[in-house]
Nanobody, 123 residues
């Protein structure tokens, strides 16, 4: 059974930082792409960042470039999202996801999803 478990969300003031973690288990993810998405109330789920388990490529939503960093620790089967310079517009539930292919990685059509972790940024 594939499981993606996020943690690290919380309440932070604007300008602050949080680091989200996603622990993956249940299979080998070496050929997968791992993504972070977010969904604010009343809005569609949107792409934030992605990284393949193998290789150095990273991908970001334009509005988070320079503030967010996605990384992984293969030994721990964990993907991270370091979020700096947080803004109230970053408030959302953040989801970790896994995708078998590297096609359309910015689209929320992934094979596995975590349960989400709430990030709230106060002004």
């Amino acid at each position: 059974q594939v499981q993606l478990v996020e943690s690290g969300g919380g309440l932070v003031q604007a300008g602050g930082s949080l680091r989200l973690s996603c622990v993956a288990s249940g299979r080998t993810f070496s050929s997968y792409v791992m993504g972070w998405f977010r969904q604010a109330p009343g809005k569609e789920r949107e792409f934030v960042a992605a990284i393949p388990w193998i290789g150095s490529s990273t991908f970001y939503k334009d509005s988070v470039k320079g503030r967010f960093t996605i990384s992984r620790d293969n030994a721990k089967n964990t993907v991270y999202l370091q979020m700096n310079g947080l803004k109230p517009d970053d408030t959302a539930v953040y989801y970790c996801a896994a995708k078998r292919t590297n096609a359309a990685i910015t689209s929320p059509v992934y094979d596995y999803w975590g349960q989400g972790t709430q990030v709230t940024v106060s002004s």
